[in-house]
Structure formats: C-alpha cells, structure tokens
C-alpha cells in the first residue's frame, strides 16, 4: 500500500501540469460544496441567534385563553383558573433536566400612567419581578444596584429602569435617586439595566408585536412585593425559563408549560399556559434556507461529476503510456490484483488531493462571499471531512475501469508495444 501512494505520488510530480489540469474539476466542484455548505451553516446559525438570542436561551411561557395571549391591563382582564405561581411549583420546573434558572413575573404592557415630573413614559411596561429575573433574561446592571432581599421584606417602593426607559425619561441626566410616579404611587430609582447579549428577533406574529414592539419605550421593574401596591394581590404570573442551551429551548418550554397547565383550576381546556416557539420558526426559516442552497449543491455536484470523468479520462492515457511497465511488472510475477491496486491508489491520491485544495479554496471562498456580501459564514468540519472521502470515493469509482484494463492486459502483447 505505501509503495503505491509513493509510486502515486512519483506519477503525479512527473506530470505536474497533466495531474493539476485533471485535479481541477474536483477542485472546483468541491471548493463550490464547500462554500454553498459554510454559507448555509452560517445563515442558520444567524437564523437560530436573531431569533432566539444568542446566549440567552430563555423561554416564556405566558397565559393563553381561547388560542390568544392574555395581556392584563386591569383586574378585569385576570383570566379565571389561573394563579399565582407557588414555590412548590417552581422548584418542579427548576428539577427539569433542560432548565437552568426559572423566574416568574407580573406585567402590564403598554400603560401610560408612569411619569417623572411633566414627562410620562407612554407605551412602557410595568414588570413586578423576583430576585432571579434579570439573570434568567440575560440583563446586566448598567448603573445603581439591584434589589436587595430587604426591598421585597419591607415592600419598599424602588424600581430599576431599563436603558431605553432611561434615555426616554431622564435624557442624559442621571436617573439614580430620582421619583418615578405610577399612577400616584411614587417610585425611587435605584438602578438600570440593559441587556447583557443584544438580538433583534424577527418580529412576524401579533405575539411577538406586543412581546418586542414595546422595547422602544423601555421598560420599570419593581418588585413582586410592592405590586400589589399599585395593582392587585395573588395576580396571575407568567415565567421565563432559562434552558441548559439553545436546543433545549424547545422541551424547556413545552414541559414548564405542562407543569403550570397542571396548577390551573379552570377546567375550559381554552385557558392555559404555552410556550413561545421560536425555535419552531427558526427551523422553518432554515428549512427554506436550505432548500434554495440544496439546489445549488446539486448543481456545484456536476463539476464533480465532470472532475470524475476526466480522472477516467487521464487514467486510460496513463494505461496506454505505461503498457510496456505493466507488460514487464506482470512479466516477473506482478499479479492483476497488484496492477489494479497501482492504479487505483494513484486516482485516488490524485482526487484526494485536487479534495484538500478543494477544501481550502472553498474555505477561502466563503470567507471572500463573507467580506464582498456580508453573508454569514460557517465553516462545517464534518462537511470538509465528507468532501475529502467522497472525492476519494470519486477516484476509486472513476479510476476503477482504467486499473481493470491495466490488470487484464496481456504481458507478451504488453511487452510488443513500444
């Protein structure tokens, strides 16, 4: 075996230009799979983190009533059957194997009763959260501190904004120790935050309009215990669950939601609890990404096809050029099967090389696709290493008629030829 790739590689040196111009076809079609695979990679992944988030893997699962999200904006809107999230509860969703932190929270979208002096913050949310809230969503404190146990054991009336909320109230001021009046209760400003790994998800539902749309009025976080203290006791929460990764997002969701759906004492199967499924849209969106690329992977596959064909091509001249070599190697006791072998690993040596530079130029060009365009990237290895194989594969295929000719010719008739 390792005369023959050594043998392989003699042939190949002594004909350099020859064995280049035959490498081409699988250079090209190789370096074209190559980098239609890297640009598929890349925009699933760019997929999978806009939508998702990139780093965050949380999931929220809210309140549902007749197929819609319940949104609360007074006591009237409360559902019934639902209730506040015990922590019996809570320590059943953190026992799952796919979450990693668990948080529940109260909100109020889109009111307008928050104000500081003359100025009110329309649009904004109102979120009533635990202590584990901003880790579970991804937020960093920006400035300030975060509540402490002591503003939820003595109902203190603080709150944190968020950065947007922030800008929109305050300007450049400094928000910290100022008054923030919700409705007629005043508020002191103890800190912001902002988002610790920043996504902008593609925003193609109602669920998702009033999930995103108010992030561009900011949001004011108070405490669970000082809500009841502006809105209602024992409300309905809904809950953010932070998975181990992104594709335990999907199970994560699913199997919090069937654990709150068991807490529920209405017995209308239209109210419940449901998991936003953006995983569900992210490999939809893939999946029609990848059907337009699998087109134009059949297409690179004909250069292949012709690479394949020339490697033939060049093998029968090589039998043709080497008969009187053949004819003498057979002479002194050279069996077929050692002939075969010879030519064999030398269409493989030569595909498998024209493979790696395949390889890399593909690499290369994907990289070029990615300056020049803007496109995402992402190289596969397990894609390189199948290149390689299968443009192998193509020289033991292709390669295999010429080695058989070669094997069964005729030593005296060999030997005749000049």
């Not at 109210?271 to 992210?282: P, R, S, T």
């Not at 091509?313 to 057979?330: A, D, F, H």
């Not at 002479?331 to 050692?338: D, E, F, M, N, V």
Request: hydrophobic share 40%.
């Amino acid at each position: 075996m390792f005369e023959n790739v050594r043998l392989a590689f003699q042939g190949i040196w002594s004909h350099k230009m020859r064995s280049f111009l035959t490498m081409l076809g699988i250079i090209i079609g190789i370096a074209s799979i190559i980098a239609i695979v890297s640009t598929i990679k890349g925009t699933n992944d760019q997929i999978k983190e806009s939508l998702i988030g990139s780093g965050n893997n949380s999931v929220e699962v809210s309140m549902y009533q007749n197929g819609n999200q319940v949104y609360i904006y007074s006591s009237s809107d409360i559902p019934s059957g639902f209730r506040e999230v015990s922590e019996e509860t809570k320590e059943k969703i953190l026992e799952l194997a796919t979450v990693e932190n668990v948080t529940c929270y109260n909100i109020r979208q889109s009111t307008d009763n928050a104000y500081y002096q003359n100025t009110a913050l329309s649009g904004c949310r109102i979120v009533g959260i635990d202590r584990n809230y901003f880790n579970t969503c991804g937020y960093i404190l920006k400035t300030g501190r975060n509540f402490i146990q002591d503003d939820f054991d003595k109902f203190r009336k603080v709150l944190i904004l968020d950065d947007t909320a922030a800008a929109n109230l305050f300007g450049k001021d400094n928000p910290l120790g100022k008054t923030v009046e919700i409705g007629t209760v005043p508020f002191t400003v103890i800190g912001v935050v902002t988002k610790s790994a920043e996504s902008s998800p593609s925003i193609s539902t109602i669920e998702q309009y009033y999930n995103y749309s108010s992030d561009e009025t900011g949001a004011l976080y108070i405490s669970k215990a000082a809500w009841p203290i502006i809105y209602t006791y024992d409300e309905p929460e809904n809950v953010i669950v932070k998975a181990v990764s992104t594709d335990d997002m999907e199970k994560a969701g699913s199997d919090t939601a069937a654990i709150l759906n068991a807490t529920i004492t209405n017995d209308s199967t239209e109210v419940k609890y449901k998991a936003e499924n953006l995983a569900e849209q992210a490999r939809k969106l893939q999946s029609l990404s990848n059907s337009t690329n699998n087109q134009l992977i059949w297409i690179a596959s004909i250069s292949l096809l012709v690479g394949g064909i020339g490697v033939m091509n060049i093998m029968l001249v090589s039998v043709t050029e080497r008969t009187s070599e053949i004819g003498l190697k057979k002479a002194i006791g050279a069996r077929k099967s050692t002939i075969l072998g010879q030519f064999l690993t030398e269409a493989a040596v030569l595909t498998s090389m024209g493979g790696l530079v395949g390889v890399a130029t593909g690499i290369g060009m994907a990289k070029v696709i990615n300056r020049i365009s803007g496109v995402a990237v992402s190289v596969s290895i397990p894609a390189a290493v199948v290149a390689v194989v299968f443009s192998m594969l193509i020289g033991i295929i292709f390669g295999f008629l010429p080695s058989v000719q070669a094997a069964n010719l005729d030593p005296i008739e060999a030997l005749r030829r000049e």
